[in-house]
């Protein structure tokens, strides 16, 4: 069965320093993966997705995340964070066999002035 | 393209009172999906719709929830009784089934329910 693991519940940042959330997932075989964020009281926007084609994906917001088979993660990364960051992030596998989407737990992310 | 609409996007009942959820997915996806998500968790799958045929519905609650979608587009969710736990907001998703690794699952806005 496919699944992911979001290794950080909460991450606190300062304004203008990168981010890091991490994502391991389980699949057996090439996965599909998707970064979502949901700001308050907002539905789930996808930030970007992973589809085998290059390891490196870059997403909206300046946010990238890189795909890592020998590691089974695809961390997700931003250079500087900006105060609107400020969200809750998941993590995302798609199982191709069944049409379903399995969420990760989230990652809080704050970002401090 | 016009994305996932839901309505309302607040609803206050009491206990013991029914409620419904309207969702109208992108044009075109096959897939529908209704997603209970309760504060500070992650959304958990109530039930998925492949056109208008059931996929999945293991974890919708069935002597209290009921949902369904005509024609294959749009979908209600239903929840008569509700209870105090029912609280929380309600994602319904769409996605386009290619076969492919490139099918993506977009969100509607969702439907914030308290219930008193």
């Known amino acids: 069965a496919q699944s992911v693991t979001q290794l950080d519940s909460h991450v606190s940042v300062s304004e203008g320093t990168p981010v890091l959330l991490r994502c391991n997932y389980s699949?057996?075989?090439?996965?599909?993966l998707f970064w979502y964020v949901q700001h308050p009281n907002k539905g789930l926007q996808l930030l970007l997705k992973?589809?085998?084609?290059?390891?490196l994906v870059k997403g909206i917001n300046g946010f990238e995340a890189e795909f890592k088979k020998s590691e089974t993660s695809f961390h997700l990364t931003k250079p500087s964070a900006h105060m609107s960051d400020a969200a809750e992030y998941f993590c995302?596998?798609?199982?191709?066999?069944?049409?379903?989407?399995?969420f990760g737990t989230g990652t809080r992310l704050k970002v401090l002035a | 393209e016009a994305g996932v609409a839901q309505s309302p996007r607040y609803k206050i009942i009491e206990k013991r009172q029914s409620v419904a959820f309207w969702c109208n997915p992108i044009?075109?996806?096959?897939?529908l999906y209704w997603y209970q998500q309760i504060l500070g968790q992650g959304p958990k799958l109530l039930i998925q719709?492949?056109?208008?045929?059931?996929?999945?519905d293991s974890q919708l609650p069935k002597d209290r929830f009921s949902a369904e979608r005509l024609k294959g587009v749009d979908s209600t969710l239903k929840i008569q009784p509700a209870k105090l736990e029912d609280s929380a907001v309600y994602l319904c998703?769409?996605?386009?089934?290619?076969?492919?690794?490139?099918?993506?699952?977009?969100f509607g806005p969702g439907t914030r329910l308290t219930v008193l």
């Open positions: 998703a769409s996605s386009l089934i290619s076969g492919t690794n490139t099918d993506t699952q977009y």
């Open positions: 699949s057996s075989y090439s996965p599909s």
């Open positions: 992973y589809t085998s084609a290059a390891t």
């Open positions: 995302v596998v798609y199982d191709s066999g069944t049409y379903k989407y399995i």
């Open positions: 044009s075109g996806h096959a897939t």
């Open positions: 719709f492949q056109n208008n045929g059931v996929v999945d």
